[in-house]
């Protein structure tokens, strides 16, 4: 029998992450690692039904934003966004502003799958559902649904009648800042199968306050993930995306990197992942919002790739970049089986050179082998 060869990471967003809850979103991530590789040999191992399982966990966990516990709306409602994508067939599937929804993620997997089906009239079977439509389409397939007031957390509501009452009943000074004091961030998964195939996710509750029915990266094609892998099979890669929702659109920051990492390794074979993950988030996505006027553009990018190393043999690489104060990640394989979870923090040294330096973004590379 083939030995399973299968690795897993997961983030819980790039932005800001208090010490007082980091145990227990390590806790999360960890679990959703251990959980996602924890199957039978009769269960799906590919790449995408791991990533399913990894963010499904995600989103149960009330000290994340997605699922059970999300942020609300300026409404005090949950509308979740997710999505997936399959990087052996190029295939997606995502949902948007969708309520009732116990796990997103389950319900972007099944579209995805749904439009691999031939329709009966011909129809092009879509890539992405939103509110009710998208609600109408989960109870199609049976995927669990729940009321509404279930997803709203004891801290969502808390949050919300903080900040709604600041924003209706404004005061002289400065109010403060919801990017700095609450969770305006996405979780999301990537993996790479015992076939070598890669998949990635991502799901997301949205901005605290959010208006009702705003779409943000989690839902939209080419920012909030991407997976991609050559037909020789000897390189790709999956990323999931973090951050401020409508800076990562602008720029459809998961493809242009997808993108970017491919026209690098046709040109010469080598990969220089650390230059590119730093290229692409100075002047594809600061650059262009320091323009607009934004002054701290968020972003936080969990990336595996898929590499030739010595001997023409193929590796793989965890890479993790953010601009944002943090970002939550954990990793684990088969044959470790023990999930490594961190909260990575930007060094004090660069936090005052955000605005000016572009060098304020951080890299690391993560041992996913360990």
Known sequence: MKERCIYVAVHGGAGYHGVASEQSVKSALKRACAQALRGSPLDDSSALSVVERAIAVLEDDEYLNAGYGSNLTIDGTVECDAAVMDGLSGDFGSVGA??????????????????????PLGRIRPMTLVASGAYSFALSQGIQTVAPSELISPRATHEWQKWKS?????????????????????????????????????SSGGLLLKYSGRIGEAATFGAGCWAQQSRSERSGMACSISGAGEHIMRCGLARVLGEALQSQQSDDGELDTHHVLLRI??????????QRGEQMPNAGILLLTKEQGEDDEVVRKLWCAFTTESMAVAYANTTTRSPKASILRRPASTDSAVNADKSSVFITALPIHR
């Open 281 to 290: 988030l100075n002047q594809q996505f600061t650059e262009p919002l320091h």
């Open 98 to 119: 969708v309520p009732g929804l116990k796990n997103p993620i389950e319900l972007a997997s099944a579209l995805l799958r749904h439009s691999r089906e031939p329709d």
């Open 166 to 202: 600041r924003l209706d009943h404004p005061v002289d000074g400065d109010p403060g800042s919801l990017s700095q004091d609450t969770m305006q961030d996405t979780v999301g998964a990537v993996a790479w199968d015992d076939e070598g195939n890669l998949a990635a996710g991502v």
